[in-house]
């Protein structure tokens, strides 16, 4: 049986609180549709592996542990919220992640990346430099958008690796976890 995967880094319930109350924030200036994501559906994913068979679980899972082992628990900043993806018309709204802790995870996803290919997990490998961003918001439109960049000033020291399994359903997308490797202390 198939499952569509993705590997990704969950966040804190503290610092959900915390984006929540940013978004509230933010929320009142949209008349227009706009659909705000659930609190649920908020995390930093690292590498999406798309449609995956269930025998591809353990090469997938011995790639992850092979990314963890030597990685330290990676402290995440988040810089500001503003819309996304930068260079091109606008369609969501992001927490985007500050440079710094965008290149130590980096490093991590080239390191699970590579863990991939070398065990056999096909799926599409991205080359371009990692940019941590959370989707909070999606809209179809980029007219008469109102101002929302804001800074947002909070981090959170991650401490694993998660396999999640997206589902999706009328209500909108449902993860799961599959399984968790922690990082090193």
Same mark, same amino acid.
């Given at each position: 049986?198939?499952?569509?995967?993705?590997?990704?880094?969950?966040?804190?319930?503290?610092?959900?609180?915390?984006?929540?109350?940013?978004?509230?924030?933010?929320?009142?200036?949209?008349?227009?549709?706009?659909?705000?994501?659930? @609190?649920?559906?908020?995390? /930093?994913? *690292? !590498?999406?592996?798309?449609?995956?068979?269930?025998?591809? +679980? #353990?090469? &997938?899972?011995?790639?992850?542990?092979?990314?963890?082992?030597?990685?330290?628990?990676?402290?995440?900043?988040?810089?500001?919220?503003?819309?996304?993806?930068?260079?091109?018309?606008?369609?969501?709204?992001?927490?985007?992640?500050?440079?710094?802790?965008?290149?130590?995870?980096?490093?991590?996803?080239?390191?699970?990346?590579?863990?991939?290919?070398?065990?056999?997990?096909?799926?599409?490998?991205? @080359?371009?430099?990692?940019? /941590?961003? *959370? !989707?909070?918001?999606?809209?179809?439109?980029?007219?008469? +958008? #109102?101002? &929302?960049?804001?800074?947002?000033?909070?981090?959170?020291?991650?401490?694993?690796?998660?396999?999640?399994?997206?589902?999706?359903?009328?209500?909108?997308?449902?993860?799961?976890?599959?399984?968790?490797?922690?990082?090193?202390?």
């Amino acid at each position: 049986m198939k499952k569509r995967l993705f590997i990704a880094i969950n966040l804190p319930e503290d610092v959900k609180d915390k984006i929540e109350k940013a978004v509230e924030e933010i929320r009142y200036k949209f008349i227009n549709d706009v659909r705000f994501l659930s @609190r649920d559906n908020w995390h /930093i994913t *690292i !590498t999406f592996l798309g449609d995956q068979d269930d025998k591809s +679980l #353990p090469a &997938i899972i011995q790639s992850m542990k092979g990314a963890t082992s030597g990685f330290q628990q990676p402290i995440i900043r988040f810089a500001d919220i503003d819309y996304g993806p930068k260079g091109k018309p606008p369609r969501m709204i992001w927490l985007n992640g500050a440079a710094e802790s965008a290149k130590d995870l980096d490093v991590l996803k080239r390191n699970l990346d590579d863990g991939l290919v070398e065990n056999g997990v096909i799926f599409k490998k991205e @080359r371009r430099h990692f940019n /941590i961003h *959370i !989707t909070l918001a999606r809209f179809s439109f980029s007219e008469d +958008l #109102p101002v &929302i960049k804001s800074d947002f000033k909070t981090s959170f020291q991650a401490k694993s690796l998660d396999m999640m399994e997206s589902r999706f359903l009328r209500s909108g997308a449902e993860y799961n976890l599959l399984q968790t490797m922690a990082f090193k202390l």
